[in-house]
């Protein structure tokens, strides 16, 4: 699947590449990150193959992320149109500013005034709230959204690390007064962080958002750097963060993942993120990379398809308990449909269940 073969955005109109190009590293400004000139090579390369979905937030390495965007891409308007540029917005850019981050309708609208200017672009393309603001009512940032939707300076919303019930809340405001309504979800989803599962994924899937994962790779730990062989021997760029992931179950996965790769011709990363792209309701999934090399090896997942025993073998490995309420409903087709078959499938009876001949109290 290259980068060309796209697909829709949740239940939306907007076409996206199977893989997003995360910019979270461009610019150098917070002492790490990928220099002006690489970053401009790393899109170039991606956008040389098909790609068309950029992702950043002015929050972003003191917002140079959405300058070098706009330097390289947004001044030039033919180049512009064909890509769909994503950007955030709730992160405050002013301390001591109250109204200088959040989703309150000053901070909004302000905040996307500026990332306009910075990405030398009229529109944003897809505008997400990056983190849930428990400090203003939601109705309020859905209609601020809808007037730049309106106005023309946003043609899509999205939302980012927010729980499930308030984004559901916020659909459903939205819908009953005619207002623009999410179609994407931002959140971090990796074999190695799957309690999304729990709740965000099937809200997902019931309401038409797409799915679009950042730190597909868990903070680079299964990128194929770390390995059984060599622990203990590298300095972790992200240090606690990768450091406190590499457990014996990491590498009990990590050595699948290799054993996967090598029958796929591959790397590890490309496995991963292959059976990332294969999960319910994923539509797009944010790569990021620091060095030309290290998106070359991203991009190799738009071509491994997985066999269905291979995504079982990863997903026994890494499947969560869901807990309460799956743990009941889990036994809920033997309670409902004990003994019948109900869309293909054939539910065993309950041990609640009557017996032949028998009645109830």
């Known amino acids: 699947m290259p980068l060309d073969q796209y697909v829709t955005l949740g239940r939306s109109g907007l076409r996206v590449s199977p893989l997003c190009l995360g910019a979270m590293t461009f610019g150098e400004d917070l002492g790490w990150g990928t220099s002006v000139e690489e970053s401009q090579q790393i899109i170039d390369r991606y956008t040389e193959l098909g790609g068309n979905f950029i992702d950043t937030a002015n929050f972003y390495t003191r917002s140079h992320s959405e300058k070098i965007l706009g330097d390289h891409i947004g001044r030039h308007a033919a180049r512009r149109d064909r890509l769909v540029i994503a950007t955030k917005f709730s992160g405050n850019l002013y301390p001591g500013d109250p109204n200088g981050g959040g989703a309150g309708r000053k901070s909004l609208i302000s905040a996307c005034e500026n990332s306009l200017r910075r990405l030398q672009t009229d529109y944003i393309d897809l505008y997400w709230l990056h983190m849930w603001d428990k400090n ?41 007064r005619g207002w623009s309504t999410f179609i994407g979800l931002q959140i971090e989803y990796s074999l190695l962080e799957r309690t999304v599962e729990r709740e965000l994924v099937p809200m997902a899937s019931e309401f038409g958002l797409g799915i679009t994962p950042w730190s597909p790779l868990k903070n680079g730990v299964l990128s194929g750097k770390y390995t059984r062989q060599n622990a203990g021997q590298h300095d972790a ?16 996965l990590i050595d699948e993942l290799e054993i996967i790769a090598k029958t796929h011709e591959t790397n590890v990363a490309a496995v991963a993120l292959a059976w990332l792209r294969a999960q319910p309701a994923v539509s797009s999934i944010i790569v990021g990379a620091r060095r030309l090399t290290q ?24 499947k969560p308990s869901l807990g309460f309420p799956q743990n009941m409903l889990d036994m809920a087709p033997g309670m409902i449909n004990g003994g019948t078959t109900i869309n293909g499938v054939t539910a065993p009876p309950s041990e609640y269940v009557m017996p032949e001949g028998g009645q109830p109290y």
């Open 136 to 176: 203003t009512p939601i109705e309020e940032t859905m209609a601020a959204l809808d007037d730049l939707v309106a106005a023309g300076k946003v043609r899509y919303i999205g939302v980012s690390d927010t729980p499930a019930w308030k984004i559901v809340e916020a659909n459903l405001i939205a819908r009953f």
């Open 237 to 252: 760029g992200r240090g606690p963060l990768v450091e406190s992931s590499l457990t014996e179950k990491t590498y009990a």
């Open 295 to 318: 998106l070359d090896d991203n991009l190799r997942a738009v071509d491994v398809n997985l066999a269905v025993e291979e995504l079982a073998r990863l997903d026994k490995l890494t």
